[in-house]
């Protein structure tokens, strides 16, 4: 069997603490199906489904199950505005790798702003940081990937495209790839954006009434709509 390095590689109900399957947020197919039968990690994985499907709600448990601040950062954030998420982390079980690294990093489009300012209040000791608020969204978003997802760790992302133009997708695909070249780090990224999807390397889920399902890139929704709407755009926009 081969000897993985990366960081988790199962989510399961933690026994101990059963979550009521007709209370939120188990109601939702798609964290219904991993409480009831588990999901077993690769290297990198990609969620994509509708709004209300339950991607950011995974997203941020798996973040907040390794000990990974809710609203942006590492284990050490303890950056926090207003207490929003669900209690599925207090029902999840991350089963790790052995040996493998503890670290990691969770970023979310949505707290970024308010993000930049912990850090500029609790900065790093003995290094200057960046001057975040100074640059545009997506500038920002793309400076602290590269700058804080470095060598081995869980890398945690919930819809960064919305900071992101199409070249920034790109680069930031390119430093998701470099951190998954040696087989020591993780990739769990949710998106509605195609060209994020096709991040090499990675198994993607469709989230949906369905629960969740294993997709090839080229079969999801998500993709087959953008490809329709780019070839004939006036098919859509005259119905709305």
Known sequence: MALHRYPVRRLEEDPAHA?????WPAALPAVAHLLDRGLDLGPATILVGENGSG??????AVALAYGLSAEGGSTGARH??????????DHLRLVRNAGATRRGYFL?????????????ENPRTGLPDISFHEMSHGESFLELAA????GRGLWVLDEPESALSFSGCLSLLSVLKGLLADGRSQVILSTHSPLL????GAEILELGPWGLRRRAWEDLELVGNW???LASPQRYLRHL
């Open 19 to 23: 979550l009521d399957r007709g209370s």
């Open 55 to 60: 991607k950011s709600t995974l997203v941020e």
């Open 80 to 89: 926090s505005t207003r207490s929003t998420e669900s209690v599925l982390a």
């Open 108 to 120: 979310r489009a949505e707290t970024m702003h308010s993000f930049y300012t912990y850090l500029e």
């Open 147 to 150: 700058d804080r997802f470095r």
């Open 197 to 200: 999807a096709a991040l090499p």
């Open 227 to 229: 490809r329709s709407f």
